[in-house]
């Protein structure tokens, strides 16, 4: 149980495009969904809190105009990356959080989507 | 300063090998602390939940000092398959979890 799931797994892009990142929980509901961002030997960085129905918590230093966040579901939230540059290349991984297992306050990471601006 | 911080890598041992890794966290309010794992180009397990009373899990052993703010891990007999970048990551009020920045671990036959 607990699977969480991303797709695309890597997608390259052309600079100015936008692109959709979802990330779906398989088997159980999640009240809270977390993006985050790891560049290349550093570790992961939160960007934002969403929970479902509301709008999402952004990190100080994320653009919340550029990194748009919509969890219109219990088990489905998106984060578009609008008018991607090449600086916005990274390994962008969710996480969610709710009953699976009988924890609340685990969260299950999503395998992660490779995003690459050219 | 770093909210979390951990031992700086690579550490390069030998099969069998014991190793330790080490980690600080500034927040003294932080709720809950773990190990996590993570292979190159993937994304992070969990690995264990560390509490304050200690917990190991076959070769693994975790510890929390609450009043130091320190977190420990324990590899014993270590394996080829352990070899991995280990994640001290620290959950603060609100469900937010704060990633250290990774000790790499590359054991050698």
């Known amino acids: 149980g607990a699977v969480v799931s991303q797709h695309p797994s890597r997608v390259i892009c052309k600079s100015g495009t936008s692109v959709k990142i979802e990330c779906r929980s398989l088997?159980?509901?999640?009240?809270?969904m977390f993006w985050y961002r790891q560049f290349p030997k550093q570790s992961l960085m939160l960007m934002a809190t969403?929970?479902?129905?509301?709008?999402?918590?952004?990190e100080q230093g994320v653009e919340k105009d550029k990194f748009l966040i919509n969890h219109a579901s219990l088990t489905l939230s998106t984060l578009t990356v609008t008018s991607a540059h090449p600086e916005d290349s990274s390994f962008y991984i969710c996480?969610?959080?709710?009953?699976?297992?009988?924890?609340?306050?685990?969260?299950?990471f999503g395998p992660g989507t490779r995003l690459t601006v050219l | 300063r770093k909210e979390v911080e951990q031992d700086p890598g690579p550490f390069n041992v030998p099969e069998g090998a014991t190793v330790a890794f080490n980690c600080t966290y500034s927040?003294?309010?932080?709720?809950?602390f773990f190990w996590y794992r993570q292979d190159c180009r993937k994304e992070p397990k969990l690995l264990m939940s560390?509490?304050?009373s200690g917990n190991e899990d076959g070769r693994f052993t975790a510890q929390l000092n609450r009043a130091s703010q320190y977190i420990s891990l324990l590899i014993r007999d270590s394996k080829l398959s352990d070899s991995a970048t280990y994640l001290c990551v620290v959950n603060q009020v609100g469900g937010k979890l704060i990633f250290g920045q990774g000790t790499e671990l590359s054991v050698k036959p």
């Open positions: 927040n003294s309010a932080s709720q809950s």
């Open positions: 969403s929970n479902e129905g509301s709008k999402a918590t952004y």
């Open positions: 996480s969610a959080e709710g009953l699976a297992g009988g924890s609340t306050d685990t969260q299950y």
């Open positions: 088997d159980f509901q999640a009240t809270t």
């Open positions: 560390v509490y304050s």
